[in-house]
């Protein structure tokens, strides 16, 4: 009778124990945690009803302050700025169903980031691995969609490969769900776009948009975008830059998980290049500066190390069947160009 010897008293989870046996224990969100992280979300929402305001309301007269003296040069834009806030609230007040599209806009765009913040979280959760409650990012009022996006930390290591698969893809699965509806809804409830005149920017649709359409009939070239619509193709933005194979976003994670180090770091400077280039044909035959974002922000998680996982074991079929989905995934979610200016 043979016995074998452990080298880590058993009171010490080893490697193996942390991927085989179980997650270890993690640390409850603290009340001063949901207060800071329930603080932001309520600021990104109001931040994303007035993007969604923005949407649904017609150019306003906004009258140019005045320009006499230094002073009033250096105040013109600042001034400019908050007259333009300031109508456009006025006008959602006196227009109840301009509020009402931002505050459907806010509601569904944040569920969509919700839904994808969560799946990380409750992935890490499930292995054990420390992390903070989603981070929602508000913006000022006129840029972007009212948000810069929701992101969690992890405070702890990776335990193992696999783990590091299913946290990375939770986050865009979770959110890919949540979008289904909000696309279906937005696609239905498209209405005829009013003639224009003079120079306009075009949402470009992504393949999942434009399959809705073909089998629902809608019109998608010549439709005004909707609080659902506008929401959905967010998300679809969001799904595609975050399954990028870059650095540590999502698809990063899942590359590193699937190949090791080599592959991550040469695919992700591939993706890098490959961006850069439709950036500038993206602005040469559009006129849409939109590309670069991508490639700004690819540029950057490429000089962000990915941590190596402490368990490199095999993923197994599953998860090799997950991953070809994913590409489906965001290959539904991606389209090359997705703004035009004309």
């Not at 890098?272 to 006129?287: D, E, K, Q, R």
Request: overall charge positive; proline content about 9%; hydrophobic content about 55%.
């Amino acid at each position: 009778m043979s016995e074998s010897i452990e080298a880590i008293p058993p009171f010490v989870p080893s490697r193996r124990t942390i991927d085989t046996i179980g997650p270890q224990s993690v640390a409850r969100p603290t009340t001063r945690e949901w207060l800071k992280h329930s603080g932001l979300f309520l600021l990104t929402f109001l931040t994303t009803t007035f993007a969604g305001i923005v949407v649904a309301s017609p150019e306003l007269p906004v009258a140019e302050p005045a320009t006499e003296g230094i002073i009033g040069y250096i105040l013109y834009v600042p001034e400019y700025y908050f007259r333009i806030v300031g109508a456009l609230l006025t006008y959602a007040i006196a227009n109840p169903t301009v509020l009402i599209s931002g505050l459907t806009f806010a509601t569904a765009l944040l569920a969509i980031l919700t839904a994808h913040e969560m799946g990380h979280y409750v992935a890490c959760r499930r292995y054990g691995v420390e992390a903070t409650l989603p981070f929602f990012i508000p913006a000022p009022p006129l840029f972007l969609a009212g948000t810069f996006g929701a992101f969690i930390k992890m405070k702890s290591p990776i335990p193992s490969r696999r783990a590091l698969f299913d946290i990375g893809l939770a986050g865009p699965w979770a959110g890919f769900v949540a979008l289904l509806p909000v696309a279906v809804v937005g696609v239905l409830t498209l209405q005829a776009a009013p003639p224009h005149e003079g120079s306009a920017i075009i949402f470009n649709d992504p393949l999942l948009i434009r399959i809705i359409a073909k089998f629902t009939g809608a019109n998608l070239p010549d439709a005004m975008p909707n609080p659902f619509y506008m929401a959905a193709w967010l998300g679809l933005l969001v799904t595609s830059l975050n399954l990028m194979p870059v650095g540590q976003l999502d698809g990063g994670h899942g590359m590193f998980a699937l190949f090791g180090p080599r592959a991550h770091k040469q695919v992700g400077l591939l993706a890098f290049i490959t961006m850069a280039l439709v950036a500038v044909l993206g602005f040469i035959w559009y006129g849409s500066p939109s590309g670069f974002l991508y490639t700004v922000l690819l540029a950057v998680m490429l000089k962000v190390r990915h941590p190596a996982p402490r368990v490199m074991e095999p993923l197994g079929t599953k998860r090799i069947i997950i991953a070809v989905v994913t590409l489906i995934v965001f290959a539904l979610s991606f389209w090359p160009f997705p703004i035009m200016i004309t």
